[in-house]
C-alpha cells in the first residue's frame, strides 16, 4: 500500500540552528501538508501545498518557516532558526484531491537543546 | 474559530467489549469527518470516514455515525481488541478550505 514516508525519524538540533524535514507524499497525490504535535497534545495544521503554492497556512507557520517541492517526489520543511518550543512531531500528508482522505507519514520527531 | 472536541479525555474498556468514542465539532460548514488513530510514536492511521450527507458509515469492527442536528460525530468500535489501545482523534474538513482541523483525542485503553 502506498504510504507517506519521512526523514530523519528524529533530529535533536540546537537552538538557532536550521532544520530541513524531508517528505515523499504518495506519488499521485496533489495536495501536500505539515502538520506538529507537541508531546501530549493535539495534532496542529501548519501549512498546505497545492499547485507549487502554499493554499493555506497557520498562524504558527511564520516567518522561520518554509516549505518547498524542489523536485517531483519530495516535499519539504525548513525551519530557519529552531526554538525550543520547536520542539514537537512534525508529520507530513498528502491527499489525492480536495475531497479525499488525507494519509500520513510516521512523523520526524524534533528535539531542539 | 472552528473547533473539534472530544467529550472524554480517557476510555477504558474490557477486552471483547463495545467501545464508543464521541466527538463535538463546532463547524455546522463541516462536510467531511475522518476518524485517526494514533498509535505511541506513530503517525495518525485512518480508521474511516463520513461525509455530510450521510449519518453512518461502517467499516471493519467499526461504525462512525454523524449527527449533523447537534453536531455529534461517534465512533464504535465492536469485540474491541488490545490492538485497539491508541489515541483516536476525530479531524473535521470545510469542503471550501484544505486542512483538516483535529480535536484533542481520546485515550483508549483495552484491559484483557
Known amino acids: 500500500e502506498p504510504e507517506v514516508t519521512q526523514t530523519p525519524s528524529h533530529q535533536v538540533t540546537q537552538m538557532g540552528q536550521e532544520v530541513i524535514l524531508r517528505c515523499v507524499p504518495i506519488s499521485n497525490h496533489l495536495y501536500f501538508y505539515w502538520y506538529r504535535q507537541i508531546l501530549g497534545q493535539k495534532v496542529e495544521f501548519l501549512v498546505s501545498?497545492?499547485?507549487?503554492?502554499?493554499?493555506?497556512k497557520s498562524e504558527i507557520f511564520d516567518d522561520q518557516f518554509s516549505v518547498e517541492r524542489p523536485d517531483g517526489s519530495n516535499f519539504t520543511l525548513k525551519i530557519r532558526s529552531t526554538k525550543l518550543e520547536d520542539s514537537a512531531m512534525y508529520f507530513c500528508?498528502?491527499?489525492?484531491?480536495?475531497?479525499?482522505?488525507?494519509?500520513f507519514g510516521e512523523g520526524s520527531w524534533l528535539t531542539v537543546v | 474559530g472552528e473547533s473539534v472536541g472530544l467529550h472524554l479525555p480517557t476510555l477504558s474498556v474490557q477486552e471483547g467489549d463495545n467501545s464508543i468514542i464521541n466527538c463535538a465539532y463546532s463547524n455546522s460548514a463541516s462536510d467531511y469527518f475522518i476518524w485517526y488513530k494514533q498509535e505511541s510514536g506513530k503517525g495518525p492511521q485512518f480508521i474511516i470516514d463520513?461525509?455530510?450527507?450521510?449519518d453512518k458509515r461502517q467499516g471493519q469492527r467499526v461504525t462512525v455515525l454523524l449527527n449533523k442536528t447537534v453536531k455529534h460525530l461517534s465512533l464504535q468500535i465492536a469485540a474491541t481488541q488490545p490492538g485497539d489501545s491508541a489515541v483516536y482523534f476525530c479531524a473535521e474538513n470545510k469542503g471550501t478550505g484544505n486542512q483538516f482541523y483535529f480535536g484533542t483525542g481520546t485515550s483508549l485503553t483495552v484491559i484483557p
Open positions: 500528508a498528502s491527499r489525492l484531491t480536495a475531497g479525499n482522505t488525507i494519509y
Open positions: 501545498f497545492y499547485n507549487n503554492e502554499i493554499s493555506e
Open positions: 463520513i461525509r455530510s450527507n450521510m
